[in-house]
Protein backbone atom coordinates (compact mmCIF):
# COMPACT_ATOMS: atom_id res chain seq x y z
CA UNK A 1 0.00 0.00 0.00
CA UNK A 2 1.16 4.16 -0.33
CA UNK A 3 3.68 5.08 2.58
CA UNK A 4 4.67 8.19 3.68
CA UNK A 5 7.96 8.59 5.58
CA UNK A 6 9.44 11.29 7.31
CA UNK A 7 12.40 12.10 9.79
CA UNK A 8 11.16 12.28 13.61
CA UNK A 9 12.95 14.90 14.52
CA UNK A 10 14.45 18.05 13.45
CA UNK A 11 16.57 20.86 15.79
CA UNK A 12 17.24 24.12 14.57
CA UNK A 13 18.19 27.53 15.94
CA UNK A 14 16.10 30.34 16.15
CA UNK A 15 15.95 32.45 13.18
CA UNK A 16 18.00 29.70 10.50
CA UNK A 17 15.98 27.56 7.90
CA UNK A 18 14.69 24.61 8.77
CA UNK A 19 13.77 22.00 6.13
CA UNK A 20 11.35 19.02 7.10
CA UNK A 21 11.63 16.26 4.40
CA UNK A 22 9.22 13.59 3.53
CA UNK A 23 9.08 10.78 0.74
CA UNK A 24 6.23 8.86 -0.32
CA UNK A 25 5.23 5.66 -2.53
CA UNK A 26 2.27 6.26 -4.07
CA UNK A 27 3.03 7.59 -8.02
CA UNK A 28 -0.35 8.29 -8.34
CA UNK A 29 -0.90 11.26 -5.76
CA UNK A 30 -2.20 14.23 -6.75
CA UNK A 31 -2.32 16.47 -3.77
CA UNK A 32 0.38 16.76 -0.98
CA UNK A 33 -0.09 18.89 2.13
CA UNK A 34 1.55 20.13 4.89
CA UNK A 35 -0.14 19.77 8.63
CA UNK A 36 1.02 21.23 11.76
CA UNK A 37 0.13 20.53 15.16
CA UNK A 38 1.04 22.63 17.78
CA UNK A 39 0.95 20.93 21.43
CA UNK A 40 -1.70 19.61 22.43
CA UNK A 41 -4.16 20.42 19.59
CA UNK A 42 -5.13 19.44 16.10
CA UNK A 43 -3.58 19.42 12.81
CA UNK A 44 -3.63 22.66 10.89
CA UNK A 45 -3.35 22.60 6.92
CA UNK A 46 -0.27 25.03 6.30
CA UNK A 47 -0.05 24.39 2.34
CA UNK A 48 -0.24 22.25 -0.50
CA UNK A 49 0.78 21.32 -3.53
CA UNK A 50 -0.50 19.79 -6.49
CA UNK A 51 1.50 17.30 -8.36
CA UNK A 52 1.55 19.53 -11.48
CA UNK A 53 3.64 22.09 -9.76
CA UNK A 54 7.74 21.89 -8.53
CA UNK A 55 7.35 24.87 -5.79
CA UNK A 56 5.31 26.63 -4.14
CA UNK A 57 5.96 29.80 -2.07
CA UNK A 58 3.81 31.46 0.75
CA UNK A 59 5.30 33.99 3.04
CA UNK A 60 8.03 32.24 4.96
CA UNK A 61 6.84 28.43 3.68
CA UNK A 62 8.44 27.25 0.44
CA UNK A 63 7.45 23.99 -0.30
CA UNK A 64 9.14 21.66 -3.45
CA UNK A 65 8.32 18.69 -5.40
CA UNK A 66 10.35 16.26 -7.08
CA UNK A 67 8.05 14.14 -8.85
CA UNK A 68 10.46 11.94 -9.88
CA UNK A 69 12.08 10.75 -6.85
CA UNK A 70 8.65 11.67 -4.67
CA UNK A 71 10.14 13.81 -2.44
CA UNK A 72 8.45 16.57 -0.93
CA UNK A 73 9.90 19.28 1.00
CA UNK A 74 8.70 21.93 3.05
CA UNK A 75 11.03 24.74 3.88
CA UNK A 76 10.76 27.41 6.55
CA UNK A 77 12.52 30.67 6.61
CA UNK A 78 14.10 32.54 9.78
CA UNK A 79 12.35 29.72 11.95
CA UNK A 80 11.06 30.99 15.43
CA UNK A 81 10.02 29.56 18.67
CA UNK A 82 6.50 29.77 17.56
CA UNK A 83 7.27 27.21 15.05
CA UNK A 84 8.19 24.20 17.16
CA UNK A 85 5.45 21.93 16.63
CA UNK A 86 5.07 18.59 15.11
CA UNK A 87 4.50 18.66 11.11
CA UNK A 88 3.04 16.31 8.74
CA UNK A 89 3.07 15.10 5.17
CA UNK A 90 0.35 13.68 3.70
CA UNK A 91 -0.63 12.70 0.32
CA UNK A 92 -3.80 11.99 -1.58
CA UNK A 93 -4.97 10.48 -5.38
CA UNK A 94 -8.33 11.92 -6.83
CA UNK A 95 -11.40 10.52 -7.37
CA UNK A 96 -12.65 7.88 -5.01
CA UNK A 97 -8.82 7.92 -2.80
CA UNK A 98 -9.81 10.83 -0.81
CA UNK A 99 -8.41 9.44 1.99
CA UNK A 100 -5.09 10.96 2.76
CA UNK A 101 -1.99 8.83 3.52
CA UNK A 102 -0.12 10.67 6.45
CA UNK A 103 3.44 10.88 7.57
CA UNK A 104 4.45 9.80 11.29
CA UNK A 105 5.30 13.75 11.94
CA UNK A 106 8.47 15.62 12.23
CA UNK A 107 9.12 17.10 15.59
CA UNK A 108 10.32 20.30 15.25
CA UNK A 109 12.20 22.14 18.19
CA UNK A 110 13.64 25.24 17.95
CA UNK A 111 16.22 26.80 20.44
CA UNK A 112 17.49 30.04 20.94
CA UNK B 1 -13.97 29.13 8.43
CA UNK B 2 -14.68 25.48 8.58
CA UNK B 3 -14.89 24.64 12.14
CA UNK B 4 -14.48 20.88 13.68
CA UNK B 5 -15.55 20.51 17.41
CA UNK B 6 -14.93 17.70 19.62
CA UNK B 7 -17.17 17.20 22.84
CA UNK B 8 -14.06 17.01 25.30
CA UNK B 9 -10.92 17.94 25.32
CA UNK B 10 -9.81 15.84 28.37
CA UNK B 11 -11.60 12.31 29.22
CA UNK B 12 -10.52 10.23 31.91
CA UNK B 13 -12.54 6.61 32.33
CA UNK B 14 -12.57 3.06 33.62
CA UNK B 15 -12.20 -0.04 32.21
CA UNK B 16 -14.80 -1.59 30.69
CA UNK B 17 -17.02 1.51 30.89
CA UNK B 18 -18.72 2.97 27.60
CA UNK B 19 -17.40 5.96 26.09
CA UNK B 20 -18.87 8.23 23.25
CA UNK B 21 -16.89 10.79 21.71
CA UNK B 22 -18.51 12.99 19.72
CA UNK B 23 -17.75 15.34 16.83
CA UNK B 24 -19.21 18.48 14.91
CA UNK B 25 -18.81 20.48 11.84
CA UNK B 26 -20.67 23.28 10.70
CA UNK B 27 -19.36 23.33 7.00
CA UNK B 28 -21.47 20.66 5.72
CA UNK B 29 -18.98 18.33 4.76
CA UNK B 30 -19.62 14.80 3.29
CA UNK B 31 -16.64 13.41 4.96
CA UNK B 32 -15.98 12.48 8.47
CA UNK B 33 -13.31 10.97 10.14
CA UNK B 34 -11.69 9.33 12.88
CA UNK B 35 -8.12 8.75 14.12
CA UNK B 36 -5.86 8.49 16.90
CA UNK B 37 -2.57 9.28 17.23
CA UNK B 38 0.04 8.22 19.51
CA UNK B 39 3.73 8.91 20.00
CA UNK B 40 5.91 7.51 17.21
CA UNK B 41 3.30 5.88 15.40
CA UNK B 42 1.76 8.96 14.04
CA UNK B 43 -2.05 9.14 12.46
CA UNK B 44 -3.90 6.09 12.11
CA UNK B 45 -7.97 6.02 10.98
CA UNK B 46 -10.07 3.97 12.76
CA UNK B 47 -13.24 4.62 10.67
CA UNK B 48 -14.70 7.01 8.54
CA UNK B 49 -17.99 8.44 6.90
CA UNK B 50 -18.61 9.30 3.41
CA UNK B 51 -22.28 10.07 3.88
CA UNK B 52 -24.96 9.89 6.81
CA UNK B 53 -25.99 6.45 8.17
CA UNK B 54 -22.84 5.51 5.88
CA UNK B 55 -19.57 3.90 7.45
CA UNK B 56 -16.37 1.97 6.26
CA UNK B 57 -13.75 0.83 8.56
CA UNK B 58 -9.97 2.45 8.39
CA UNK B 59 -7.22 0.67 9.14
CA UNK B 60 -7.96 -0.27 12.96
CA UNK B 61 -11.64 -0.82 13.63
CA UNK B 62 -11.21 -3.55 16.50
CA UNK B 63 -13.10 -2.55 19.76
CA UNK B 64 -14.66 1.19 18.19
CA UNK B 65 -17.93 1.58 16.34
CA UNK B 66 -19.28 4.74 15.03
CA UNK B 67 -22.10 6.55 13.96
CA UNK B 68 -23.44 9.10 11.90
CA UNK B 69 -27.42 10.01 12.15
CA UNK B 70 -27.25 13.58 11.00
CA UNK B 71 -24.74 14.92 8.67
CA UNK B 72 -22.70 17.74 10.85
CA UNK B 73 -22.25 14.58 13.59
CA UNK B 74 -19.99 11.89 13.80
CA UNK B 75 -19.40 9.99 17.20
CA UNK B 76 -17.10 7.08 17.79
CA UNK B 77 -18.12 4.29 20.62
CA UNK B 78 -15.45 2.70 22.55
CA UNK B 79 -17.88 -0.45 23.79
CA UNK B 80 -15.74 -1.45 26.60
CA UNK B 81 -12.82 0.68 27.26
CA UNK B 82 -9.20 -0.80 28.01
CA UNK B 83 -6.06 0.66 28.53
CA UNK B 84 -4.62 0.49 25.63
CA UNK B 85 -7.41 2.54 24.04
CA UNK B 86 -5.90 5.82 25.96
CA UNK B 87 -4.68 7.77 23.19
CA UNK B 88 -5.30 11.45 21.72
CA UNK B 89 -8.32 11.18 19.32
CA UNK B 90 -8.93 13.64 16.59
CA UNK B 91 -11.81 13.70 14.32
CA UNK B 92 -11.50 15.43 11.07
CA UNK B 93 -14.64 16.21 8.09
CA UNK B 94 -13.88 17.14 4.20
CA UNK B 95 -16.09 17.81 1.02
CA UNK B 96 -15.34 15.43 -1.21
CA UNK B 97 -12.02 15.20 -2.74
CA UNK B 98 -10.47 17.97 -0.81
CA UNK B 99 -7.93 18.10 1.86
CA UNK B 100 -9.14 17.46 5.39
CA UNK B 101 -10.03 19.83 8.64
CA UNK B 102 -9.28 19.25 11.78
CA UNK B 103 -10.71 19.18 15.26
CA UNK B 104 -8.49 19.94 18.89
CA UNK B 105 -8.60 16.29 19.82
CA UNK B 106 -9.81 14.26 22.87
CA UNK B 107 -7.01 13.34 25.35
CA UNK B 108 -8.69 10.12 26.32
CA UNK B 109 -6.89 7.98 29.38
CA UNK B 110 -8.37 4.97 30.34
CA UNK B 111 -7.41 3.70 34.09
Known amino acids: GEDVEQSLFLSVREGDSSVINCTYT??????LYWYKQEPGAGLQLLTY?????DMKQDQRLTVLLNKKDKHLSLRIADTQTGDSAIYFC????????????FGRGTSLIVHP | DVKVTQSSRYLVKRTGEKVFLECVQD?????MFWYRQDPGLGLRLIYF???????EKGDIPEGYSVSREKKERFSLILESASTNQTSMYLC??????????FGPGTRLTVL
Open chain 1, 49 to 53: IFSNM
Open chain 2, 49 to 55: SYDVKMK
Open chain 1, 90 to 101: AERGTGGSYIPT
Open chain 2, 27 to 31: MDHEN
Open chain 1, 26 to 31: DSSSTY
Open chain 2, 92 to 101: ASSLPDSEQF
